[in-house]
């Protein structure tokens, strides 16, 4: 059965930063790219960022790039994602999410069940 | 490429065939899922290709379309199906998600 656990969400100041996993389980991890996706509160989805299988193509959203940096370690079966320079506009849940090998041309297939973020003074 | 969901809510009774649409800025040829979510929980796919019935799913759903006209059906709605449904297109980065479309049951 696969699972996906996020964790290292919280509360984190603005300008602050936080780093998120997503342990990885019952599945093979390193034939599956991987995303995340962020829902602010009672608001709709929003892709966030994608990784390959090895983790040599990481395409991000507009509103994270430069700030985020998603990561994998193929070792631990661990998803990251690194969050900078964080503002109240990145309070949400952050799910990750595992694709069907790909992710474009593919689906999101399997969920976590997500980290909270809040940025707040 | 924009997504757009409509309607963006609905009330319908159990029973009820009930059709959601999804529609691109762009052709997106047959690269769109359809995600269930329920509140305080994670996104659930239902479709994808367009009109892959995910394992698991009941046989009630149902996805069409290519291009940049898609829709999902549901043939006749029942209870468990209260949530809100998201389209998402996969042609290309950004995997940017539609609007969502809440289902309420009357």
């Known amino acids: 059965e696969v699972q996906l656990l996020e964790s290292g969400g919280g509360l984190v100041q603005p300008g602050g930063s936080l780093r998120l996993s997503c342990a990885a389980s019952g599945f093979t991890f390193n034939n599956y790219a991987m995303s995340w996706v962020r829902q602010a509160p009672g608001k709709g989805l929003e892709w966030v960022s994608s990784i390959s299988d090895s983790g040599d193509t990481t395409p991000y959203a507009d509103s994270v790039r430069g700030r985020f940096t998603i990561s994998r370690d193929n070792s631990k079966n661990t998803l990251y994602l690194q969050m900078n320079s964080l503002t109240a506009e990145d309070t949400a849940m952050y799910f990750c999410?595992?694709?069907?090998?790909?992710?474009?041309?593919?689906?999101?297939?399997?969920w976590g069940q997500g980290t909270l973020v809040t940025v707040s003074s | 490429i924009q997504l757009t969901q409509s309607p963006s809510s609905l009330s319908a009774s159990v029973g009820d065939r009930v059709t959601i649409s999804c529609r691109a800025s762009?052709?997106?040829?047959?690269?769109l899922a359809w995600y269930q979510q329920k509140p305080g929980k994670a996104p659930r796919l239902l479709i994808y290709a367009a009109s892959t019935l995910q394992s698991g799913v009941p046989p009630r759903f149902s996805g069409s379309g290519s291009g940049t006209d898609f829709t999902l059906t549901i043939s006749s709605l029942q209870p468990e199906d209260s949530a809100t449904y998201y389209c998402?297109?996969?042609?290309?980065?950004?995997?940017?998600f539609g609007g969502g479309t809440k289902v309420d049951i009357k």
């Open positions: 999410a595992k694709c069907a090998s790909t992710c474009q041309h593919q689906n999101f297939q399997h």
């Open positions: 998402q297109k996969l042609s290309s980065y950004p995997l940017t």
């Open positions: 762009q052709g997106i040829s047959s690269y």
